[in-house]
Every structure is written in structure tokens, then in C-alpha cells.
């Protein structure tokens, strides 16, 4: 047996839920992950596109919340049925590069002992993609610090607190969150907040009709151009990067 935590062990394994308040069940951290994702790139991200390049991109946002889905739905699937992870999964793909990791100058005696590295193109993208994502954690974190600074500043009861401040608190929560494992309460109340953002997002756009901000038409045909200014590259990367 495997003592790898990474696949499927041989009688560790259960059956999949068939009621939908039994998958409700298994949702556990994908709803935080939901909970934390959800607003910061389908709002933030491809609202800033937005006021920066207007509708042009439109195109751009639709693939991209397609294609994502389409990628991540059958990773997941394949994940689930091999029990092997998507990292190894696309370490499989075909254009691996050898070498040996370089060695300390007081460890090249053991140059010979170390063995090589074969990795595919992708996990090399994925490590160069790793550092932007950990970035944008970063403003999560931030973002969701400068809330709760607010939260406790409309406390009477409570003293001032300052946006760094509370960006911590907030990130020792998390990871105390993390560490316990106990998302049962949590996942509850992101249930909801994720039901009631998504509501609440559509009630904003049907009332925006409206308004003298209304969509027509006309827009909706100049989005769908297939027009790519290369001004605004970075902001149509970062918006791929956070959406889906």
C-alpha cells in the first residue's frame, strides 16, 4: 500500500453521494475556495477590464469563463476516477525536459548521486503561474483584512484598528481554519454568501437596464468582434488568471 496522501488508497475509498444533500455534504473546502475566489475575478477583475477597454473585450471574458469550466470539469473527473493528481497528470504530456538539480559547491561530491529531473512544459508554466496566484492570494487576504477593519470600526466597543492589522487577524484565521480542518460551520455560511452574491449580481445588472449606464445591443455586437488591443494584454491575462 501507498503511503503517498496524494492517491486513492485501497479500501480508503467511498462511495459517491447520489442525493443532491449528500453532495452538499462533500462540498467542504471548494466552497471556501468558492467563497474566497468568487468577486475578486468574475466582478473585480473583469469589471476592471471593462472600464478600461469597454466592451471590446467581451469575447475575451466569454471564452475564458468557457473554457476554464471545460478544463477544470474534466481535470477534476480524472482526478476523482485515477485517485492521481492534475500535476502529474499533465507531467504525462509529451515535450519533458531533463537536467540535475544544481547542486551546492560544497555538495559536488555527490554530483553523481543526484538524480534527474524530468519535467514537461507545463508544470514549468504552472510554477511561473504560481507567483501572480500567489499574489492575488495576497490581495484577498488584503481585501478581506481592509473589510473587516471596517467591520470593527462601526463597533463602538471596539478600538481602532488599523488596515495591517486587521489583514493579519484575518490571515491567523484563515490559517487556524485551515489547520483544524473543521469547515462544517463555514461552509454553511458561504453557502449562502455565495447564493446571495450571485443573486444579488444579477438583481445589480437587470437594474442597470435602467439606468443611463443600460447595455445595448450595439455593444453587445462591438464585444463579440474578436478585437484584442495590445494595451490592455496584462489586464486581459490577469482577468484569465482569476476567472473560472
Known amino acids: 500500500m501507498s503511503d503517498d496522501p496524494y492517491t486513492i488508497q485501497p479500501g480508503r475509498t467511498r462511495e459517491p453521494p447520489t442525493t443532491l444533500l449528500g453532495r452538499l455534504r462533500y462540498l467542504g473546502p471548494g466552497i471556501i ?23 471590446t ?17 474534466e481535470l477534476a473527473r480524472y482526478v476523482v ?11 504525462r504530456m509529451p515535450g ?8 551546492l559547491r560544497w555538495s559536488r561530491p555527490w554530483r553523481a548521486l543526484q538524480p534527474k529531473v524530468e519535467v514537461s512544459w507545463p508544470i514549468w508554466f504552472g510554477l511561473l503561474g504560481f507567483i501572480p496566484g500567489l499574489v492575488t492570494s495576497g490581495g484577498i487576504i488584503g481585501g478581506a483584512g481592509q473589510a473587516l477593519g ?24 484563515v490559517m487556524l481554519l485551515l489547520w483544524t480542518g473543521r469547515y462544517g460551520r463555514i461552509e454553511k455560511i458561504l453557502v449562502v454568501m455565495v447564493m446571495s452574491f450571485s443573486f444579488t449580481t444579477i438583481v445589480c445588472a437587470a437594474m442597470m437596464q435602467t439606468t443611463e449606464f443600460q447595455v445595448t445591443a450595439d455593444d453587445i455586437v462591438a464585444g463579440l468582434q474578436f478585437d484584442f ?3 490592455f494584454l496584462f ?3 490577469g482577468m484569465y488568471g482569476a476567472t473560472g
Open 150 to 173: 471596517l467591520l470593527l470600526d462601526a463597533v463602538p466597543a471596539v478600538p481602532e484598528v488599523d488596515g495591517k492589522v486587521a489583514t493579519g487577524i484575518a490571515a491567523i484565521l
Open 235 to 237: 489586464l486581459a491575462v
Open 229 to 231: 488591443p495590445l494595451e
Open 57 to 73: 473585450l467581451l469575447w475575451f471574458v466569454l471564452f475564458s469563463c468557457w473554457i476554464k469550466s471545460l478544463v477544470q470539469a
Open 33 to 55: 475556495v468558492s467563497g474566497s475566489i468568487v468577486g475578486s475575478g468574475e466582478i473585480l477583475l473583469t469589471a476592471g477590464l471593462g472600464a478600461a477597454a469597454g466592451f
Open 81 to 91: 476516477t485515477t485517485g492521481d493528481t492534475y500535476l502529474r497528470t499533465l507531467n
Open 96 to 103: 519533458r525536459t531533463s537536467g540535475r538539480v544544481r547542486p
